[in-house]
């Protein structure tokens, strides 16, 4: 076993007993929770190790950086999430790789994704990214949508051939009245799910929780946690 796969191998268990802790002390169970490494910034080769580790869950946050690294990786049986903010002008690559897109907030990127998804003969999972830091403009400060904009995006989403509404996503808020309150951010947001899935009953995928809160998220009850530097380490640089 080479260096980096000893690392990997070893982070990836701290991290499996992280959630299977969290699950244990939520009264869940540990396959309720799906681990989703987010593996920006590093290579193709880290990507090709993890999946060997039994990681089948990657995502992204830049297509220029996803495109050539899911390329290289597509003899891989892995499940790729988009979980950056999303240019129109990008749509059409990243539908080629990416399975699921989390970072759904507007209705113009709604329809871009449906028409991209179409023509690539291809049916793309979405989840509609929660801000609850919105400001009067209904935006939040890392992109998402106001929880008012939460039914306006479902419909037309369950509307639109070649896209799929999976569920909401959310990033805890730096600013705002959930500011340093993951717990209950989190709380809110499957609240929002409760709501959603009375007229969307199939889209009941929550993915909330990172390296720092993923206990949080899996006690108020995400589905999906989406955890990078703990897997993989901080970057030199990076900070």
């Given at each position: 076993?080479?260096?980096r796969?000893?690392?990997?191998?070893?982070?990836?268990?701290?991290?499996?007993?992280?959630?299977?802790?969290?699950?244990?002390?939520?009264?869940?169970?540990?396959?309720?929770?799906?681990?989703?490494?987010?593996?920006?910034?590093?290579?193709?080769?880290?990507?090709?190790?993890?999946?060997e580790?039994?990681?089948?869950?990657?995502?992204?946050?830049?297509?220029?950086?996803?495109?050539?690294?899911?390329?290289?990786?597509?003899?891989?049986?892995?499940?790729?999430?988009?979980?950056?903010?999303?240019?129109?002008?990008?749509?059409?690559?990243?539908?080629?790789?990416a399975?699921?897109?989390?970072?759904?907030?507007?209705?113009?990127?709604?329809?871009?994704?449906?028409?991209?998804?179409?023509?690539?003969?291809?049916?793309?999972?979405c989840?509609?990214?929660?801000?609850?830091?919105?400001?009067?403009?209904?935006?939040?400060?890392?992109?998402?949508?106001g929880?008012?904009?939460?039914?306006?995006l479902?419909?037309?989403?369950?509307?639109s051939?070649?896209?799929?509404?999976?569920?909401l996503?959310?990033?805890?808020?730096?600013?705002?009245?959930?500011?340093?309150?993951?717990?209950?951010?989190?709380?809110?947001?499957?609240?929002?799910?409760?709501?959603?899935?009375?007229?969307?009953?199939?889209a009941?995928?929550?993915?909330?929780?990172?390296?720092?809160?993923?206990?949080?998220?899996?006690?108020?009850g995400?589905?999906?946690?989406?955890?990078?530097t703990?897997?993989?380490?901080?970057?030199?640089?990076?900070g």
């Amino acid at each position: 076993m080479t260096d980096r796969k000893a690392q990997l191998a070893a982070n990836l268990a701290k991290v499996e007993r992280r959630i299977a802790e969290a699950c244990a002390a939520a009264g869940r169970e540990r396959e309720e929770v799906t681990l989703i490494v987010v593996t920006k910034t590093y290579p193709a080769s880290d990507v090709r190790i993890l999946s060997e580790l039994g990681v089948r869950h990657v995502a992204e946050n830049k297509d220029q950086d996803a495109a050539p690294k899911a390329a290289e990786c597509s003899d891989l049986p892995l499940v790729w999430h988009f979980v950056g903010q999303l240019q129109t002008n990008k749509v059409r690559s990243v539908v080629r790789y990416a399975d699921l897109v989390q970072s759904v907030d507007r209705s113009r990127l709604v329809t871009a994704l449906s028409k991209e998804a179409v023509r690539a003969g291809r049916e793309v999972g979405c989840l509609i990214q929660v801000a609850l830091d919105a400001d009067d403009s209904g935006r939040g400060a890392r992109g998402g949508v106001g929880p008012d904009g939460i039914e306006e995006l479902a419909d037309l989403l369950a509307a639109s051939p070649g896209v799929r509404l999976d569920g909401l996503m959310t990033v805890a808020p730096l600013t705002g009245e959930y500011a340093g309150r993951r717990r209950e951010a989190f709380g809110r947001l499957m609240d929002l799910s409760t709501d959603l899935r009375r007229a969307h009953p199939a889209a009941n995928m929550v993915s909330a929780g990172m390296s720092a809160d993923l206990e949080e998220a899996v006690a108020a009850g995400a589905t999906h946690v989406r955890v990078g530097t703990a897997v993989l380490g901080v970057r030199p640089g990076l900070g």
